[in-house]
């Protein structure tokens, strides 16, 4: 890794603004701040503006004044993916944030139960389809015009590696997760499906599973364990590869669904330390 990680404002991204959702922790904090790393403008948004508002670590604030803190430009917008008028409202402030349209949305933020489909409430279901599948899709509704008009864009998913069918014999995967994959392979589907339908407009669509990392959801739900913590990934490999595929060519880079760690073995890139 890098060892002094710096913003850099005339980096490869400079000029660009983007959306990152779920940026008040975890892996959308890491996304936020490595984008703005290579000098793009970064809107952060998710529920949490300030301390005491969420049981978890993380605000929004804490992740602009870490990027404004080393020199980078960010704002924060409040919203709850989980209502369609705070998305549009989303939209609209991220526009007017920086005075220009939405040049990179990365969907990240998930709220996630596991629980078996026997007693899976419906009430929950609804949610994380609202939040990880139809707030992905909404968000790129609103943010492709603006793209189109560009001819240039790149929209990444954040995934998971639940989207991909258990395997037998059975029993490796801890019983609740089936919504879960199913929010995740949905999200797949939409991407490659995107990336397909905006492939004349110059805009990449594209899929990252992060592999096991260590954040604040992660703990909430303990999937760190002795026999899981061996193939847990550091939160940079994600933010590296997120950065990697948003910046290069929209006609070769798009319609990919990839872990993060081993998409950058791929193109031979090791991840930046973040500021
Ligand atoms: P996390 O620590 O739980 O953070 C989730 C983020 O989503 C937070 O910023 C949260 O912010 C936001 N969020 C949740 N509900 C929201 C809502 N209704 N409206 C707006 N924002 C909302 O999660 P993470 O581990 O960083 O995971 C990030 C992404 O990676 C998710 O898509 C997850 O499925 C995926 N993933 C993670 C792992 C892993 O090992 N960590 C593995 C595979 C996939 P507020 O609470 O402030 O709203």
Redo the contacts with the bound molecule.
Sequence with gaps: MMSNPAINPNGVLKGKIALV??????????IAVRLAMEGARVVC?????EEG??R?P???SDTIRRIRAAGGEATFIK?????GE?RERLVEDAVAAFGGPIDILV??????FFIPIETFPERRFD?MM???VW?AVHLAQMVLPGMREKQAGAIVT?????AIHPVKPYGGRGPGGAV?GM??AALERFSTGLASEVYNDNISVNAI????????????HG?ITEATKHR??P?EN?AEAVFQIVSRDAKTMTGRVDHATPFLEEFGVAASALV
């Design positions: 959702t779920g940026a008040s922790r975890g892996i959308g904090e890491a948004t998710a529920r949490t503006a508002e969420s978890l993380g605000t929004l919203a709850d993916l989980s209502r705070d969907n990240n933020a998930a709220v996630t949610l609202e939040v990880q707030a954040i995934s998971s590696g639940a879960y929010c995740k599973s992060p592999g096991l990392v260590a954040t604040p959801g992660v703990a909430v999937l847990v990934s939160v994600i």
